[in-house]
């Protein structure tokens, strides 16, 4: 534990930059690229606007235009929060705020017929621990130009503290934020009739599990109905918690993708913080839900220097190149039926209803 709380200070030291302080930049050049990720946040403002780490009460609703820089490479987050030039940097180019739920609904139903047919579909995006309101909309921005995302982008932004000293904060925002994202989820069912996958991160899966299981319990079989499937890369969740989420549910949507990965500095930490083995997003074993229908897509092979190894599926070029090739999202996740054969190439192993994949570099030329 002294080693791990250790760890935690060093890496606090190197991250002293304050990312509530969004970068803005109204006028961007024609050379950028321009995506728009609506925002349904439960986080509140400060005096200049900013959201921070405070827990709203009632959630808000935006739609956000990023600006891609024409320097952009695939698994990057180009920033500066100090000199935030929008030929070199990620940055916010408008925040358009939506008339409450209504007006979300408005502007989601407008984006989604703006969209060819085969590609009206929703993704949410959930960000993890650690995470500010920009870190979420950029990386929402970014997962959709890099891997070629064909549908609307919504990402879902609870009031994490943006802070690697704030685990504890992040834990409880996570069940403040339960019945919010419960909400979301259903305004957006509700508004539309399209497809809905979900994309969580990091203690974001954890999220949500949660608030799929309050759903469940309220409204048995809603899940299966309402989504086209859930991937959970990295998930910060303890095995046996994670049991008991998906016990809740009378069946797992399909598909259901876990990325995991054995190299993951940020999971081997919280392992530690939480005097645990491992974290369901480093699980080396299938046998350990072998009683559930999940895939487990082991990137382990993928997290090399200079990756972001506890979102490696979104920052290792190399990965995004194969599942850009392989599947284009829609494919990659929705292809069959079962979630288990054909997802992604890989060397595959089946135990009983559980399968592993393990993905390797050589992958992408092989394809």
Known sequence: M???????????LGACTDRTDAPYVKDVPESTTKTS???????????????????????????NTISIPPIHKAGD???????????????????????????FTRELRSAL???????????????G?????????????????????????????????????????????????????QDALELIRDSTDAPILLVAHS??????????????????????????????VAPDISLDVFRQQASRFDSLPQPFAIFT???????????RVNAVDARLGNLADPLELADLPVTLIDVTQFSARGVDRHFVPGTSPALIALLRRSLEIETAF??????????????AISVRKATQLVLSPGLVRAN
């Open 261 to 271: 990965s054995q190299k993951d500095p940020a999971l081997k930490l919280s392992a």
């Open 2 to 12: 002294r080693r791990a709380l250790l760890m935690i200070t060093l890496f606090a």
């Open 37 to 63: 990720v609506l925002t349904i946040t439960a986080r509140d403002r400060n005096g200049a606007g900013n959201f921070t780490s405070a827990r709203a009460e009632a959630p808000r609703y935006f739609n």
């Open 203 to 232: 203690m974001g899966a954890f999220l949500v599990m949660e608030g799929l299981r309050q759903i469940e319990i309220a409204n048995p079989g809603w899940s299966e109905k309402a989504l086209s499937g859930i991937v959970l």
């Open 77 to 103: 987050i180009e920033l500066s929060y100090r000199e935030p030039d929008p030929e070199k940097v990620f940055v916010i180019a408008d925040q358009k705020p939506l008339s409450g739920a209504a007006g």
């Open 129 to 181: 621990y650690n995470s500010s309101y920009t870190d979420g909309v950029f990386r929402a921005a970014q997962l959709q130009n890099d891997l070629s995302v064909p549908g609307v982008m919504v990402n879902y932004s609870w009031p994490s503290a943006a802070n690697p000293l704030g685990y504890s904060h992040d834990r409880d925002s996570v069940l403040f934020a339960r019945d919010g994202f």
């Open 113 to 127: 017929t703006q969209k060819t047919k085969v590609n009206r579909e929703v993704v949410i995006y959930v960000h």
């Open 334 to 347: 929705r292809s069959d039926a079962s979630g288990r054969s054909g997802l992604i190439p890989g060397a």
